[in-house]
């Protein structure tokens, strides 16, 4: 899906953050609806998300600052803020407390992206991020729906259900998503089960 003329200025300066992070050695890995719509999604949002870990958040914005980016550290304590211009970017440390790691940023494949390849996050990680924004303050169907739809076959149902499983938000969507034949709960506990029967064979 092409992307909106008003989101053109936007990828470029995704482009750059990644250029610049790939130039300081950093880990990291697109995320939100940038990396949806790098596996074929649609719906990008008007700014940018990278996932890094936290001990490198420090020494990217500074590296940031020294190419011309404005910085900002919000209070929330789990990310800080890039600006080129008006676009902003944010870099992301513990998306819905859980903080990044290595094995977070090896979730990973190396996609193009408007022609600049970089790490993007799993579509099974994407989704389980998508699911546990979700809280009383913060239920937006609308636009979980969509990303479900369009990475479904990308996605690993069984793990998104078993790392959700704490969220009545989280299960609720899975409801939605069994009664309108996008996945097929059925299907999903079939799949844990015999994943739990080998796991007790090989143990």
Request: charged content about 25%.
């Amino acid at each position: 899906m092409p992307l909106a003329e008003d989101q053109q200025p936007l990828i470029q300066t995704l482009k750059r953050v990644a250029y610049h992070l790939k130039q300081m050695g950093v880990p990291f890995a697109l995320a939100g609806s940038f990396a949806v719509y790098a596996r074929g999604g649609g719906g990008c949002d008007h700014d940018v998300d990278f996932l890094i870990k936290e001990e490198d958040a420090d020494r990217i914005l500074t590296g940031l600052v020294e190419v011309g980016f404005r910085a900002e550290i919000p209070p929330e304590g789990w990310l800080v803020k890039v600006y080129d211009e008006d676009r902003l970017v944010d870099l992301i440390f513990s998306p819905v407390q859980r903080p990044v790691t290595d094995e977070t940023l090896a979730d990973t494949d190396v996609l193009s992206v408007n022609a600049c390849h970089m790490p993007v996050l799993s579509a099974t990680e994407l989704m389980i991020h998508k699911l546990l924004s979700m809280g009383p303050h913060y239920c937006d169907l609308s636009k979980a729906l969509p990303v479900a739809q369009s990475m479904r076959e990308q996605i690993d149902w069984a793990r998104v259900e078993r790392e959700t499983a704490h969220s009545p938000y989280a299960q609720a969507f899975m409801v939605l998503l069994d009664r309108l034949n996008v996945v097929s709960l059925a299907g999903i506990s079939s799949a844990t089960e015999r994943r739990a029967q080998l796991k007790e064979v090989s143990g």
